[in-house]
């Protein structure tokens, strides 16, 4: 009896797992889900956790142990989806960021948007021109510290807190003076609201870039936003499709296209190629998500979408959760009172630290600073009136490339422009869609350049938003990868191009093969088996099949008959 409990005890711990989930104030969500339990009933239980009604807007990320980043699909079992061990260790995230913040119903829900947008921020997702970062800055420090006061805030108190990848002194100078005399008196909720506010009308508002090459080898990123499908090669927008431009989304292996009707009819196709065929995957299954979520009125609208015009190749996938329209109709049903919400305020992070070593031009002479420029300004002086944008990286790592114009720097360049000068604002410092690491910025070069794999343990320190390291090695943006890429027209080779074609014809030809022998097999049954079958019954007596019976397949079969006896014949007499 006892060993029957103890075996069944150990059954039902078998089927148990713990799951960690990092939130967006970078608290930690712990509980024992059944391993069968699918992804709703996990982002139910954190909803719950924090009093959130308007949970459309937000999703679950992990990483696989290829490093390769995905959305925890709701419909499916977690465990299926983790292809790992327990115990599982997710983030919380915003998936689709609300078109207009100041919308949203309920203050606990722009909180949780206002701490996603402030992440963004900090990792150089979201670029902005000097006087722009100044006041969300200033309206961070109004909105997690309160109104300025001389007894707790001493002279060059804005320098111990990191809102950016970079920023010099005059920068701080200009925080603090935005701080102590525009913000007086202004609460949390105020502050943070204006913080989405002003964040929103930025073109890098809701961006989170995947890394692709053109067809000519260069660099890009691609993005999705509220507004679109965006396409930037280092900080500029080269390509921007409205939703409703959008007309199809597909992926081939690495290949990833992307169809279009703009003004006048005009047809334009889009091909990148993504480092690895899962990362093009994830790349397809957003963008797919996005236009469902973005561009359908209702969700009963959305469509099972499949990355091939084959039935038989490729891969289906279906947008399971509501569309914005349905999400805000819903919000405007609320009526309770608003929760109480928990503030972390400014403390040392791990993801977005607001601490004292954070990095500093102080170490580089004023003078050297007010005559160096950075010719990525240009570039983000461009960006400020649209949608959306993508992170750049700053070239504080020596071997690196400006990409304002679309130009390689060689190495004298990069380490002229190595400091950023008072006059001039880089809020970037990876090229990194969603960095790995989100420690400060002392972490080594090799893992804030790419993002280069971490560990399960290592996740619980990071942004569960990690390409795999061979993505890493290949988006190195040092001037012998850039030079390599100038040195080959594109990406996929002859070889790898005729290998499609060549396994697209033979599957086509399978298919055809297989369609035809079940046709015979039909006939055969129609015209030669005794089969007393309703509908088989009913086609033997239609006039077509008896014409076509009498005229073509007996004489068919008497010609068959005829030549496999003479081949008989034949084998016999030698």
Not at 385 to 403: E, I, K, N, Q
Not at 425 to 436: A, E, G, K, M
Not at 457 to 475: L, V
Request: proline share 6%.
């Amino acid at each position: 009896m006892l060993s029957r409990l103890m075996s069944s005890s150990i059954r039902s711990l078998d089927r148990e797992c713990n799951c960690t989930v990092r939130l967006l104030d970078d608290s930690e969500y712990t509980c024992t889900i059944q391993r069968d339990a699918k992804g709703q009933y996990l982002f139910d239980l954190i909803c719950h956790h924090l009093n959130l009604l308007e949970k459309d807007y937000f999703g679950i990320r992990y990483v696989d142990p290829d490093k390769q980043r995905h959305w925890l699909e709701f419909t499916k079992s977690i465990a299926k989806q983790m292809k790992s061990q327990p115990p599982f260790t997710m983030c919380l995230r915003v998936k689709f960021y609300p078109p207009d913040p100041a919308a949203l119903r309920e203050e606990i829900t722009r909180y949780l948007v206002f701490l996603q947008v402030k992440r963004d921020l900090y990792h150089g997702r979201l670029l902005c021109k000097t006087s722009d970062a100044a006041l969300l800055a200033a309206y961070i420090l109004q909105a997690e510290i309160g109104d300025y006061d001389p007894g707790k805030h001493p002279e060059g108190y804005s320098s111990k807190f990191q809102f950016f990848p970079k920023h010099s002194e005059k920068l701080e100078r200009r925080i603090a003076e935005i701080h102590k005399t525009e913000l007086i008196g202004q609460t949390p909720e105020t502050s943070e609201l204006n913080f989405l506010q002003k964040a929103q009308m930025l073109e890098t508002y809701g961006v989170d870039p995947h890394p692709c090459k053109d067809v000519s080898g260069n660099p890009a990123f691609l993005a999705f936003t509220p507004f679109g499908f965006t396409v930037l090669q280092g900080n500029r927008r080269i390509h921007f499709l409205k939703w409703d431009e959008v007309t199809k989304l597909k992926f081939e292996a690495k290949t990833f296209h992307i169809y279009a009707n703009q003004k006048e009819d005009k047809k334009i196709i889009l091909t990148y190629f993504a480092p690895t065929p899962e990362a093009c995957k994830h790349l397809w299954k957003c963008g797919v998500e996005n236009q469902a979520f973005y561009k359908l009125e209702k969700s009963s609208q959305v469509r099972t979408v499949s990355s091939s015009n084959l039935f038989f190749k490729g891969s289906r996938f279906r947008y399971s959760g509501k569309v914005a329209k349905e999400v805000m109709e819903q919000s405007a049903k609320i009526k309770r009172d608003p929760p109480e919400i928990h503030r972390a305020g400014m403390v040392p992070s791990r993801s977005c630290p607001s601490i004292t070593h954070g990095p500093r031009l102080t170490s580089v002479p004023r003078t050297r600073r007010r005559a160096v420029h950075i010719s990525i300004m240009e570039g983000l002086e461009s960006l400020r009136d649209s949608a959306h944008s993508t992170p750049v990286r700053s070239v504080s790592h020596g071997d690196s490339f400006m990409s304002s114009r679309g130009h390689m720097m060689d190495g004298s360049e990069a380490s002229t422009s190595a400091v950023i000068s008072d006059e001039a604002y880089s809020p970037s410092d990876s090229v990194l869609p969603t960095p790995v690491a989100e420690h400060g910025m002392e972490m080594p070069v090799a893992r804030h350049l790419n993002g280069a794999p971490c560990s399960v343990d290592d996740e619980k320190d990071s942004e569960a938003g990690a390409s795999m390291e061979g993505q890493a090695a290949e988006f190195r943006p040092g001037r012998r990868a850039l030079r390599m890429v100038r040195s080959r027209p594109s990406p996929p080779s002859d070889v790898e191009e005729l290998n499609k074609f060549v396994l697209s014809v033979l599957r086509l030809f399978l298919v055809t093969i297989g369609l035809l022998f079940a046709l015979l097999l039909l006939l055969i049954m129609l015209t030669e088996s005794d089969l007393d079958i309703a509908f088989l019954r009913d086609i033997r007596k239609t006039p077509e099949f008896q014409q076509f019976h009498f005229e073509y397949f007996c004489p068919l079969r008497r010609w068959f008959a005829c030549k496999l006896r003479w081949m008989g014949g034949f084998l016999i007499s030698k």
